[in-house]
Each structure stands twice: as C-alpha cells, then as structure tokens.
C-alpha cells in the first residue's frame, strides 16, 4: 500500500482474508493457506473476531514506529489492518471510557513470539495514556521490569533464543483518567531443574551468562568468579555463546533496569552474590567413604569451592559441609541423624541450588511489585497482561508438560465460556434472537487433572504423601485403577482391554486425550518433581547464614519455628495458583492474542505448513471460528456499513438526511439482498453468510470503478475549459504590455534626445562661469603672494637681532663659568696637598710599627712561618665558607631573596658577588624553561605591571590570573559559529563586557573581539555585530585609579567611528583588556600607540555631548561592584566600593 493510500476499513486492499469468520469455505487447509499468504506479503496479524493471530516473522517490521501508535489510536477494531495495536487500543479504551477491567491472554508455544506481544502491548498503552513526571516514571518502572525478569526467568532453547521459562501475570492499575498508577507481578512454576541440567543446544538463565561476560574485573573479585564459562558445571558450553545476544551489554541494560525499578545498590550486590554461590555450588563434588558400620558416608573433595561459597553468603563451612554429608529426620520428640551416600549428596545439592534459585526468583518479583505498586488506596481500574507457556506436546513429556498443559486446559475452558458470553450478551443486547451452538466442552478433562478424590493431581498428592515405599510406578497403577474407564485417558496396564496391544503407548507411561490433541507422559519423575524436597538441615543452615537475603529465603529454618508438617507439594501449589488465576480472569473483560511459530529454524520467510497446522489444533483456532459463526459472521454499526455501501444505491447517494438504519434499510433492499441473509440489531447491521459480504464488496469495487471514471470525465473537461481560458486571458495579457513597451520605447527616445540638447547648453554656460571664477582666483593668489613676502622679510630681521642677543648673553656665561672653575682648580689642590702630607705621616708610622713588630717575631719564628700560616689559615676558611653556602643555598624560586649571612667582615665583596653571580644564573635557568607563548603571556604580564602597578587598585587581584584571551572559544561554541565565520583576521581577545547607557548608567551586555586590526562590539544573544572599529581609530583609552572595571575608548576626532561617539565599558578583565589592546596597537609598524591615561575624572564624547564620568568611594549600601548613576545630563557618577 503506498503512502498516499489511506485504509478505511479492514476489507480495504485485503490480503487472503484479514478477519477468519470470513473465510469461505471453512477448512483448516483453507485456514493454513489463508495465514500462508498473509505471512509470505508481511501480514503477520490475523483476525478471529476480537481474537489476534500474531505469526513470528524471525526479523524486524517498520510496523511498530510511533507513527502506527498515532494511526491505531482511538480507532474502531476492524477499521484498519489487523495488528496487535488495535487489540491494545479497544482493551485501553474499554478501560477507560467504559470502566471495565480488563485482561490480555497471550498464549502460544515456546518461540512464537509471546514475551514480545506483552513487551508490544505495554509499549503501546504506555505511549497512548497520559504523560506527566510521575506518570512517566511510573510508566519506565513498569516497563524496565521485563529486562530484569528476562535476565533472571529467560533461557536459550532449542526453538527459542529468548524463551520464557516462567509464567508471568501482571496486573496493571490505572487511575480514572487512564493513567497508570503501578502494577502487580505474578509469576508461575519457575523451570528450576534448568539450574542444573540443560537439554543439549540449551543454556542455563541468561544471568549467568551476562554476569560472568558483563561485569567488571574488580565485581567478579569480589564474587570469586571467573570469566571462562567452562570453570563452572552447571553452564552447558555447546550454547555458550548465542549468535545476535550480547550478554555483556545485556548485563549493563539488566543493573540500570534495577536501578529504575528502585534497586539499593547493597540489593543489587546481594542478589549477585547469591548468583554467584549457585555457580560455585555446581561445583561442589563428593566423593564416597565407608563407615566403620559399613554404611556409605559421602565427602567433599576440593573444598576451595565450598569456602568461597561459605564466605559469600556468610554461612560456617562446618555446619554447610555436615548438611551436605547428613540428614536429620524429626518425629514427635525423636531426631535420627543418617549419612547421606554420593547419590543423595548430589540430590541435596541440586536441590540446594534450584530451591535457592527458584525462591531468589520469588523474592526479586516481591521487589519488583513492591517498587511498582500504587501508592494510593483509591479504587482503580485494572489490565492484566498473562504470557504463559503454550500448550507443549514433546517426545519426551513429564510432570512440567503436564501442569502446563493443565493450565492451557483451564485458559481453554475459560476461553470458550467468556467468548460465547461475550457473544451471547452482544445479541442479546442488539435484540437479536440467541441460538444454542454446539461445541466441545473440555470440562471433563480439567475434572480428570483436577478432582479433588479422583483427580490425577489429587492421586499424585496422596502417593507423596502415603508411608511405605512409594514409586512412580505405584503412581501409574493406582492411575491405572482410578481412571481406567475415563475416555479421555489412556494406558496400557490399565483395565481397558482397548489398549493392551497399542504398542505406541509404553508400559511406564500414560496419555491424555487433551482439545488440542493427545499427549504421552512418561511418569518417570512425577514424583520428586511433585514433592519438590529440601532437607531440613539444608534450609537450617542457610538460615544461620549472614547474608541479608537468607533468612527471607528460608524462614522454615528458624529452629524456633521447626514445623514438622510437610510442605505443600509442587502440584497442589500450582492447582492453587491457577485457580486464583481463572477466578481474577473471569472478573475482567478478556482479549486474546494466539502466538504462532511458523518453522523450528528460528529464520525469516520460512513457512512450515505442517507445524503451523499442529500449533492451530492444539490451540483451538478451528473451534473459535465455528464459535464465532455459529451465529452471524458480521456485524458492523449502521453508520460505517452506510458510509461504505452508500454508493450502491442512487437513493442513498450521495447524501442520506435520515437516520443511518433507515439508510442501511433502503441500501439492502434496494440490492435486492434475500431477508434471511441479515437481521437488524440495536446499532449493528448482522450478516449470517461471508458470501453475502464478498458479494456487497465486488458490487462496490465495481462501483467505484464507475465512479472513478465520471470523476476523470468530469475534470478532464474542466482542466480543457481552464486551460483556453488561461489562453484566452494570456493573449489579452500579452498583447497589452507590447502596446505598454512600444510606448516607452518612444517616449525614452523623445526624453533622451531633450537630455542630449539641455547638456549641451548646461556645459556652455558652467564653462563661462569657471573662466569668470578662475580670474578672480588668480588676482587673490598675487596679493597672497606679496604679503607672504613681506612678512618673511619683517620675521628674518627680528630673527637676527634676537640671536645677538643670546650670543652676548652666552659669551658672559663662559667667562663667569671660566673663573669659577679656575678657583675650584686651586682649592681642590691645596686640598690634596694636606691629605697627601697626612698620609705620609701615617705610613712612617704604620712601618715603623710593622718594624717592631717582625723584630719581636723574629726571636720565636723563622721568617716565612708567619706567611704559611696566614694561607693556611685563609684557605681553611675559604673551604669552610664555600661548603656552609653550598648547604644552606636558597631556591631557585627568582623571587627568593634569602641569601645566607656574611660569616666573616673581610668577605663581604665576595658574598655580595657570589649573591649577585647566583642569582644571575637561577634567572637565566629559570629563562630557558619558558616556552614562545609562555614568554609573550609573561611580557603581557610585564606590560601591565609597567601600566598599572601602584597606579591602579584593581592591579593586584589581576597578577595570579593568566591572560587567556580567548574566553568564549568563538571556533568552538556552536552559538558563535555564524560571529566567527563573520571575522576573517585571527581574534587575539574575546570576552563579554557591559556597555554602558549614558541615559541612565546601565550596562547592556556586549561581546567584546579584539584582533590585529580592529575592535568588534556585538549582541551577546543573537551574535549580530553591533560596533567594528579600527584601531587606527582609537585615540587613548581612559580608567581610573581605583579597584573598579570601567573603561572609556576614546576615538580620534575627525575618523569614520566617532560619528557614534566614544564607549564607555566595564569588565571584570580590565587589566588584561586594556594591556592586549595597547600591546596590539603598539606592535603594527606605522601605527600610533594607544596611550593610557588613570584619572578618576575624564570627558566622554557621547554623539554630539561630552559627558564627564566621576569615580567616587562608595559605602557599604553598594554590594561588592561598582555602580553607574547618571547625576544629570553632563555628569555620570560612578561609586565604586571601598575595599
């Protein structure tokens, strides 16, 4: 169907036959073949009535977008193409509008599809019912629990990547208004004999897998786990791995989905741990011991896996080993303590494990309802969704097909007596006459399981339950006596002679003639698998574990609450549950969907004609169609069948003004259609035969076909008659502006001629007025010229006669300068003639002393001793000096002015020196390390110092901050994408700055671009540039000497931007703005430098007005930022605060 193509009905375009009651003839090769030719063009829904076949395509549809939601919303059931939406939308409305309950019955077997129908059905009612944050997360909650009960309750299966090994009811509570409140989870008969042992091809839970592949290095660390699949006995390696599943990503999806359902992260680490010790369990393994008495006794042999299971759920390795090797049985008063062999010690452990499973299943589904139930207590309106096995029918069938199958029996029976209802309240409610219809009630085989004396279930409960030695063999004769007679059951040791020679019924098995046909079950298991038994010292020593989970696992392990009763066995627990189940279904409005498989291959296009026709028997499809046309095969309300078929007759076309049944009358009688064929109801038109329908939808094709051809004569006469009037009117049109151009051709002729002559004379008479004014001109320039003479002459004579009299007055000044040195000369050297005399005087006295001195060493020394000892002297201290410095050197930090202190007077030059020397050094290795762009940030920084430092107060909190430049990233920022592309020259600055009004002082945000050659203001929000001015342009730039951020761009008078007047700006970035913009100006060859002037008082050239901006200290009123209050129209007062 194209998508112009709008379908208005289900009998629109239909492929085979889209509604089953239709199809004529009724067979089940017509039913195969029909659900074949829709499967093979992508029509994977089919109808029963209200009931939907939904076929598993293997592949993805464009059918589920949220395009199809829209189109499948608020519509009629059959007004479009069958589809799994509109069964969802007719139950969502029926609850809405109508108040009723209602339930969604999905069945079919292992692989058809059954979890993604319930996935499809929420995903569906989530999208149409009401929207808000917490009916949003009401509605995540909900659907994020299906990854984590496919997590913990999927397995891979031979028909089935992603198979339910679990029943599922949700109850889904909604509010009056339609939207979801929360939920309630049931779940049924866990398959937990999977835990430890997997059929071949098959995997255990998906869990394992996507712990063990997901989760990191350091979580299998703490759970003592590996990663390599083959550590572990209860994983099955053949189907490790499973093509299109990623269990890792898997496993991320599985922790955020309990984290949205309300997971604690200490409840997530707690059911991981009891993951872990199911597969540590596995790998327990015993080995035999005999007893002095000769009794066998079992042992464990590697005890590593115990006691990293023990330390996971925190249980005493002694008491969970003992539990392992023995059994303690109570009666009354009396306990008996015996050994377990191999056998029972493999038996206790693999019922440790599937118990432990199984009841951490049950916990996390409490969890779950706990998280995802309403909050208020108001009455509400409820949908339930149930995805349970299908019927299963294997070569090998035991105690798990046969309460499945049980519980498809019951679906059955409560399928036929709500479908016959449903149809038997619809006639009754039109006013049409109610007929009896004949069909197979499986009453008689629901009794057969579920009686309470002679039921099948009831006789297994008894054998459990009986003393002596009881087998599944003791089972099977006492089915044999009870139920020998029942014709739906049968077994070869049985009383009935009938089947003593059918050698297809083995002796150790019996079968059950079910609806969907006969099954053989081998009654090899029925009896551990009923009874479902852990020893009581198993569930005492988990109890007395550590871990926060067990005792809500085990309460039965209490010693102060020992109950000696048996527990209630797996088959009576299940008749329970169903039973609960059939009573909540029967209170609610039910809709069907019937899951098929179409071929065991698991692959896309293949239709396997033999296993589609053995899952529509066993699901009762055939007895459903006879169901729904036992009476009339079609119904529809009287408006649609008018609106449709009114074209058929010419009283009804195309217009009918009276009631719609009136309509409908006249139509069928007017096609001459026999009575028989259809009755009138209340608001629906019924038709008894499919034939008659096709019929009234060949005679409409043909209609239509009439129709459509009137329509095109009709059109293609107007479209000839539109299209010569458009002739018509173009040549009219055409002719007109030719007469239109012709006419200003002319007239422009005429007035560039009369343009041609008034020039000439314009020319004649600008000449002589240049001549006239030219003379005039030339007689001005003369009498300049001899005044300029004149006065040249008059400015060299004055210029002369004041260079005698500098020249006089300089002459004076030598001689004057002359004497006063002469003087200076005589008395500088009297002077050095005393000191000399003084001095002589002293150095006969300091050698006569030097004299007396040697002459009094003499007598105790040779005469060079005095000199040894002065060098050794020395040069002991010059290495005690040199090693003191080099331990007590200071930083390397330049700014580190600490230097040791002089240790001795003599060496004060040389200290300074070696201070002088080492700083020079740390200055020059501090140097080498800057890289280009670090040295231009430092002389940046050197600039501003020399700017601002002791000039401005803002100064200081600048020196810690480097000068980025870029603030706003124009290359990177999308929002300044268009700004950027806008400046072609490279941006040296980008910050944004307030620009501030000179009407009232306020600051409207700018962004401020500095590049080598101009400066750009431009809107912050929109990025339009709003000022571009040249540097050239910019005269000086004006701030003041206190901590505030204003600044004033001064424009040199006469240039193209101070037509606008000056800026005055503000910006945190002052110093580093005002240093980038001198240094950018200073660094062009040719260009003036900007000059800086700080004044707290300067003009500002607004347009035309010079406003005078002032800096005032401000109080403590002001906050932490300057203010700018305008004073009046001259005056701008800014008040900056005190630090």
């Known amino acids: 169907m194209s998508k112009m193509e709008v379908k208005t009905s289900l009998l629109d375009n239909m492929i085979g036959v889209g509604d089953m009651v239709l199809l004529e003839p009724l067979s089940e090769d017509s039913f195969i073949e029909n659900l074949k030719k829709r499967f093979d063009h992508n029509e994977i829904y089919t109808y029963i009535g209200s009931v939907v076949i939904s076929m598993n395509p293997y592949r993805s549809l464009p059918i589920y977008t949220p395009d199809k939601v829209e189109e499948y919303r608020n519509r009629n059931f059959y007004e479009l193409s069958p589809h799994i939406y509109a069964l969802a939308d007719e139950a969502y409305r029926s609850l809405r509008d109508q108040d009723k309950d209602q339930c969604i019955l999905i069945t079919g077997e292992s692989g058809a599809g059954k979890t993604e129908a319930s996935k499809l059905v929420m995903s569906y009612v989530a999208a149409v019912c009401g929207k808000g944050q917490e009916v949003n997360k009401v509605k995540e909650q909900l659907l994020q629990s299906n990854p984590v009960l496919e997590a913990f309750g999927n397995a891979k299966t031979v028909r089935n990547d992603n198979s339910s090994r679990f029943g599922k009811y949700m109850d889904i509570e909604f509010d009056f208004k339609g939207d979801p409140l929360g939920g309630v989870i049931s779940n049924y008969l866990l398959e937990k004999s999977r835990v430890v042992k997997q059929p071949r091809g098959e995997r255990n839970f998906h869990i394992f897998y996507q712990l063990l592949s997901g989760a990191s290095e350091d979580t299998l660390r703490k759970l003592k786990l590996e990663r390599d699949f083959s550590k572990y006995n209860y994983l099955s390696l053949d189907s490790a791995a499973v093509n299109g599943l990623d269990d890792s990503a898997n496993f991320r999806t599985v922790r955020n989905a309990m984290q949205i359902v309300g997971f604690m992260e200490d409840e997530v680490q707690s059911v991981l741990e009891l993951v872990a010790a199911v597969l540590k369990l596995g790998n327990i393994e015993f080995k035999p011991e005999s007893r002095v008495n000769g009794l066998d006794e079992s042992r464990v042999k590697d005890k590593n896996d115990l006691k990293e299971m023990c330390e996971l759920l925190g249980i005493e390795q002694g008491v969970l080993e003992r539990a392992f090797s023995f059994r303690t049985v109570e009666a009354k008063q009396e306990k008996v303590s015996t050994t377990l062999n191999v056998a029972q010690a493999y038996y206790a452990r693999d019922a440790l494990a599937k118990n432990l499973y199984s009841r951490l299943f049950s916990w996390l589904v409490n969890r779950i309802n706990e998280s995802i139930k309403a909050q208020t207590k108001t009455r509400k309106k409820v949908m339930g969704v149930l995805d349970i096995y299908g019927f299963e029918i294997f070569e090998d069938n035991s105690f798990e097909q046969f309460i499945i199958n049980y519980c498809n029996e019951k679906l059955q029976q409560i399928f036929i007596e709500l479908t016959l209802r449903e149809e038997q309240e619809e006639y009754i409610r039109e006013g049409i006459e109610w007929t009896h219809i004949e069909y197979f009630n499986n009453a008689v085989i629901c009794d057969l399981i579920e009686n309470n004396t002679n039921g099948i279930l009831a006789m297994l409960d008894e054998e459990c339950l009986r003393p002596g030695t009881v087998t599944d063999d003791t089972f099977l004769d006492k089915l044999n006596t009870v139920c020998a007679e029942h014709p739906h059951f049968e077994s070869r040791l049985s009383k009935s002679s009938k089947f003593l020679n059918d050698h297809s019924l083995p002796h150790c098995c019996f079968r059950i003639q079910h609806y969907a046909g006969k099954v053989l079950y081998r009654v090899e298991g029925f009896m551990d698998k ?278 006089n007055r300089h002459a004076v000044s030598v001689i004057w300068a002359s004497w006063q040195g002469t003087k200076a000369r005589r008395e500088l050297r009297r002077l050095k003639e005393e000191v000399r005399n003084r001095q002589a005087v002293s150095v006969i006295w300091a050698s006569w002393q030097g004299t007396k001195v040697r002459r009094e060493y003499r007598k105790f020394f040779r005469a060079n001793a005095g000199r040894k000892i002065y060098e050794f002297t020395m040069q002991r201290i010059m290495q005690k000096y040199f090693l003191d410095l080099k331990k007590t050197m200071p930083s390397m930090s330049p700014i580190d002015k600490s230097w040791p202190a002089r240790p001795y007077l003599f060496l004060e030059d040389t200290h300074e020196e070696l201070r002088r020397i080492f700083h020079l050094w740390r200055c020059k290795k501090y140097r080498s390390q800057f890289t280009e762009q670090k040295k231009a940030i430092f002389e940046e920084k050197l600039e501003a110092s020399e700017m601002f430092k002791d000039r401005k107060a803002l100064y200081p909190s600048s020196v810690s901050q480097p000068f980025k430049g870029d603030y706003l990233e124009i290359s990177k920022n999308p929002k300044y994408q268009k700004l950027g592309s806008l400046v072609e020259e490279k941006i040296i600055l980008a910050d944004t700055v307030n620009k501030v009004n000179r009407a009232n002082g306020k600051g409207a945000p700018r962004l401020f671009l500095l590049t080598k050659n101009s400066l750009i203001l431009a809107d912050q929000k929109s990025g339009q540039i709003k000022s571009n001015v040249p540097l050239d342009d910019i005269g000086s730039v004006s701030v003041s000497s206190q901590s505030d951020g204003f600044f004033a761009l001064r424009l040199k008078e006469g240039s193209a931007a101070a037509a606008k007047g000056d800026f005055l700006l503000s910006s945190e970035r002052l110093i580093e703005i005002v240093t980038k913009l001198h240094r950018t100006a200073a660094s062009t060859a040719g260009r003036s430098q900007i000059r800086v002037d700080i004044t707290d008082e300067f003009l500002v050239q607004f347009k035309q007005d010079k406003v005078c901006v002032k800096f005032v200290p401000g109080g403590p009123r002001n906050g932490n930022s300057a203010t700018c209050k305008r004073k009046n129209n001259r005056l701008l007062e800014v008040s900056v605060p005190s630090p």
């Open 530 to 807: 009923n009874n479902d038994l852990l020893y009581r010292d198993l569930s005492q020593a988990m109890w007395k574990a550590n871990h926060s989970l067990m005792k809500v696992l085990f309460p039965e392990g209490n010693p102060s609450k020992v109950n000696l009763k048996r527990p209630p066995t797996a088959g009576f627990q299940f008749r329970a549950s169903v039973g609960t189940l059939m009573r909540n279904l029967q209170t609610k409005n039910p809709n069907y969907i019937r899951c098929i498989k179409p071929n065991d291959k698991k692959a896309a296009h293949i239709f396997t004609e033999a296993l589609v026709c053995h899952q529509v028997r066993y699901l009762g499809l055939m007895e459903n169609v006879r169901v729904r046309r036992a009476g009339y095969a079609f119904r529809q309300p009287y408006e649609p069948c008018l609106e449709r078929y009114k074209m058929l007759c010419k009283q009804t076309w195309p217009h009918w003004r009276g009631p719609a049944r009136d309509g409908v009358e006249v139509l069928l009688k007017d096609l001459q259609i026999p009575v028989e064929e259809y009755s009138y109801g209340r608001s629906k038109i019924f038709i008894r035969n499919p034939r008659t329908l096709f019929t009234l939808e060949e005679v409409r094709k043909q209609r239509l076909q009439d129709l459509a051809t009137l329509i095109q004569k009709i059109y293609r006469g107007w479209k000839c008659r539109t299209h010569f009037l458009l002739m018509k009117k173009s040549q009219v049109t055409v002719a007109a502006w030719y007469r239109r151009y012709a006419q200003q051709k002319r007239y422009q002729q005429v007035k560039s001629s009369a343009i041609v002559v008034q020039s000439f004379i314009r020319g004649w008479r600008a000449r002589k007025i240049l001549r006239e004014l030219k003379y005039q001109k030339r007689c001005k320039e003369a009498v300049t010229t001899i005044a300029a003479f004149w006065h040249g002459t008059q400015a060299r004579r004055e210029l002369r006669r004041l260079k005698e009299e500098v020249r």
